[in-house]
């Protein structure tokens, strides 16, 4: 059975830091791409980094120089670096898992965890 567990969320002042962490079990962890994602309130979930199983790095526009997406293989676990936080970047933040990178969709999700950032 595969598992997602994203920590590291919370209240933050804008222009502050927080590094969610995402513990995977259950899958071959180091042939995955991995991503977060996320949701606000009344819209849609959207990317907000990848990680290819090689190493490979995509951002959205509106966090590119600000985030920073990592991988430890050897601990199953993605990172999620944030930096000069936003009021905007306030979502739930969601890890997710695809065996291919050029694949659309993802084939497992994490529970996700609350960020909020306060102005």
């Known amino acids: 059975q595969v598992q997602l567990v994203e920590s590291g969320g919370g209240l933050v002042q804008a222009g502050g830091s927080l590094r969610l962490s995402c513990a995977a079990s259950?899958?071959?962890?180091?042939?995955?791409?991995m991503g977060w994602h996320r949701q606000a309130p009344g819209k849609e979930r959207g990317l907000v980094a990848r990680i290819g199983s090689g190493g490979s790095t995509y951002y959205a526009d509106s966090v590119k120089g600000r985030f920073t997406i990592s991988r430890d293989n050897a601990k199953n676990t993605v990172y999620l670096q944030m930096n000069s936080l936003k009021p905007e970047d306030t979502a739930v933040y969601y890890c997710?898992?695809?065996?291919?990178?050029?694949?659309?969709?993802?084939?497992?999700w994490g529970q996700g965890t609350q960020v909020t950032v306060s102005s």
């Open positions: 997710a898992a695809k065996r291919k990178l050029v694949q659309l969709n993802y084939d497992y």
């Open positions: 259950g899958l071959t962890f180091g042939t995955y791409a």
